[in-house]
């Protein structure tokens, strides 16, 4: 498994919903979803990230105690009226961060990865944030299309010359090492 890119058509998709016969495997991708996340260091990683078109979801605040959330088929059921700016990164644009608004407050309702009915109520701060991220992942949607036109486009530029800048240097370590 393999993080893929801003760039990648599977980010486009609207993902599938997860039916109780697909559980087990569900579950089996969750715990490898986890994996990737951890190694990435991230606080949150969708299915499509990984090229999965499903209505997965994993988040870890690395919070005490822990809380590892595995969630299934998200729906949001209520937002606030109150709008928050938060600084938000993507591990499919790695390397840029941007100022994102969203709703401050979200409830989710979802199934955890026993395929059991759970409800988040009133999810604030960076985990309402987050939730409201990585869903929008599983509509085919970033959160640089959550941003005004001009500074969508100056951010997709940021991105492709970071992008550039280091198959440079690899191909420059290429070079070196023969
Ligand atoms: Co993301």
Known sequence: MEILKYGNPILKMRCDS?????????????KKMVDIMHESRGVGLAAPQVGISKRMIVIDLYEEPENIYKIINPKIVWKSEEIVEFSEGCLSIPGIYEKVKRPASVSVEYFNEKFESCFIDHATGLFSSCLQHEIDHLDGKLYIDRLSRIKRARTINKFKKLQEQINFKENDDIVDEE
């Open 18 to 30: 997860i039916s109780i016969d697909e559980a087990e495997e569900a579950n089996k991708l969750l």
